[in-house]
T-cell receptor, first 116, second 109 residues
C-alpha cells in the first residue's frame, strides 16, 4: 500500500520557537495532503487541506499565520508551527490522497509536539 | 450541520464478537471509512463502503445502509491486540472526511 512518512516523530521545543514538520508520500504522488491535530482522547481535527502548488485551505478557527503550510511538490508538504506555545502541544498527523479518483487517505505516523 | 455518531466506549471479551455502530448526517456522501487507531499512533485503514451491503475482510466486516445513514464494524474472534479506538469517517460531497469521535474498544481476557 501507499506509504506516508512524517519527520520528526516527536519534538520538544521552548515556547516562542518555531517547529517544522515534514510529510512525504514515499511511493505515490499526492495531489492533496491534509493536516490534522489530535488532542488526548479526542478525535482527529482537520486543520487544513493543501493542494500541490496552491495555497492551503484552512478550517474555521485555525490561524493560517500561525500554522504555515507549504505543499511545494507532489511528494512533500510541510507544516510550520510558528511561535509555539504550550497549548499547541498535540499530536499532528498528515494524510495524503493519490488523486481525485482515489477516496482513501493514507496517514503518516504522526508527530508528537511538546512545547515547554 | 454534519454529524457522525458512534459510542464512546465498548467492552468485549477475548474471542467474542463485537459490533460498533456509526450513524451519520452529512451533506452528500462519497463513502464511509473505518479506521483503527492505537494509543499514540496514527489511524490505519480498515474498510471503505460506498454501496449498501456487507464487506468482509478476514475477522473484520463493515456494513452500510445509505438510506438509513448507518454503518457498523463487526469484529470477530476478538484478540487483545484489537484494543484500540475505532474511527468512523464519512466523505461528503466536497470529498472532505468528516470524522466521528471514535469508539474506544476495551478487550478483556
Amino acid at each position: 500500500g501507499a506509504v506516508v512518512s512524517q519527520h520528526p516523530s516527536w519534538v520538544i521545543c521552548k515556547s516562542g520557537t518555531s517547529v517544522k514538520i515534514e510529510c512525504r508520500s514515499l511511493d505515490f504522488q499526492a495531489t492533496t495532503m491534509f493536516w490534522y491535530r489530535q488532542f488526548p482522547k479526542q478525535s482527529l481535527m482537520l486543520m487544513a487541506t493543501s493542494n500541490e502548488g496552491s495555497k492551503a485551505t484552512y478550517e474555521q478557527g485555525v490561524e493560517k499565520d500561525k500554522f504555515l503550510i507549504n505543499h511545494a511538490s507532489l511528494t512533500l508538504s510541510t507544516l510550520t508551527v510558528t511561535s509555539a506555545h504550550p497549548e499547541d502541544s498535540s499530536f499532528y498527523i498528515c494524510s495524503a490522497k493519490a488523486g481525485a479518483d482515489y477516496n482513501e487517505q493514507f496517514f503518516g505516523p504522526g508527530t508528537r509536539l511538546t512545547v515547554l | 450541520g454534519q454529524n457522525i455518531d458512534q459510542p464512546t466506549e465498548m467492552t468485549a471479551t477475548e474471542g467474542a464478537i463485537v459490533q460498533i455502530n456509526c450513524t451519520y448526517q452529512t451533506s452528500g456522501f462519497n463513502g464511509l471509512f473505518w479506521y483503527q487507531q492505537h494509543a499514540g499512533e496514527a489511524p490505519t485503514f480498515l474498510s471503505y463502503n460506498v454501496l449498501d451491503g456487507l464487506e468482509e475482510k478476514g475477522r473484520f466486516s463493515s456494513f452500510l445502509s445509505r438510506s438509513k445513514g448507518y454503518s457498523y464494524l463487526l469484529l470477530k474472534e476478538l484478540q487483545m491486540k484489537d484494543s484500540a479506538s475505532y474511527l468512523c469517517a464519512v466523505m461528503d460531497s466536497n470529498y472532505q472526511l468528516i470524522w466521528g469521535a471514535g469508539t474506544k474498544l476495551i478487550i478483556k481476557p
